[in-house]
């Protein structure tokens, strides 16, 4: 099925409209082409307005753009949601699962994974993640470092 978008005054496929409540159809009036030319030449004349609130926003609610950022850079880099975070946060009972100790009160706990599969292999506090990711994920390193702690000697 077509319809037809009021601004560019072509007939185009339904799946090329956003979907709205508004319309008896469900779709926009507007195909999605001509909405995002749109809002490109709105954020152009309005830049600077745009900054100055996106900035004032960012000040007034600091854990709430903390929170959304956190979500994102969840489902982002490692593909999972908030709920699955907290779930796997729940089940290591806060603490890090190498040291067994909580995060700084400043910090959330880092998402550990396998760079080959994205397999997640649980929570970290800062620290032990840097530990983990300065020896490559190379196991025989961190052996030696443990043997190297346990039996070397001072000189």
Same mark, same amino acid.
Request: aromatic share 10%.
């Given at each position: 099925?077509? /319809? *037809?978008?009021?601004?560019?005054?072509?007939?185009?496929?339904?799946?090329?409209?956003?979907?709205? /409540?508004?319309?008896?159809?469900?779709?926009?009036?507007?195909?999605?082409?001509? =909405?995002?030319?749109?809002?490109? +030449?709105?954020?152009?004349?309005?830049?600077?307005?745009?900054?100055? /609130?996106?900035? !004032?926003?960012?000040?007034?609610?600091?854990?709430?753009?903390?929170?959304?950022?956190?979500?994102?850079?969840?489902?982002?880099? *490692?593909?999972?949601?908030?709920?699955?975070?907290?779930?796997?946060?729940? &089940? +290591?009972?806060?603490?890090? &699962?190498?040291?067994?100790?909580?995060?700084?009160?400043? !910090?959330?706990?880092?998402?550990?994974?396998?760079?080959?599969?994205?397999?997640?292999?649980?929570?970290?506090?800062?620290?032990?993640?840097?530990?983990?990711?300065? &020896?490559?994920?190379?196991?025989?390193?961190?052996?030696?470092? =443990?043997? *190297?702690?346990?039996?070397? !000697?001072?000189?």
């Amino acid at each position: 099925m077509t /319809k *037809y978008c009021y601004t560019c005054g072509e007939y185009r496929d339904l799946t090329e409209f956003h979907n709205t /409540k508004r319309t008896k159809d469900g779709k926009q009036s507007r195909c999605v082409y001509c =909405v995002s030319e749109y809002h490109q +030449q709105y954020y152009v004349k309005n830049k600077n307005a745009i900054k100055v /609130k996106t900035s !004032e926003w960012h000040t007034n609610n600091k854990e709430k753009y903390k929170q959304s950022r956190k979500i994102g850079k969840l489902q982002s880099r *490692y593909g999972i949601s908030i709920d699955t975070y907290n779930t796997i946060l729940v &089940a +290591q009972k806060g603490l890090c &699962a190498i040291c067994k100790f909580p995060p700084n009160e400043e !910090e959330n706990l880092c998402v550990d994974h396998c760079h080959e599969t994205n397999k997640i292999r649980g929570l970290l506090c800062k620290p032990c993640n840097l530990l983990i990711g300065n &020896a490559n994920n190379d196991v025989a390193r961190l052996l030696s470092a =443990v043997h *190297y702690l346990v039996d070397g !000697e001072v000189v």
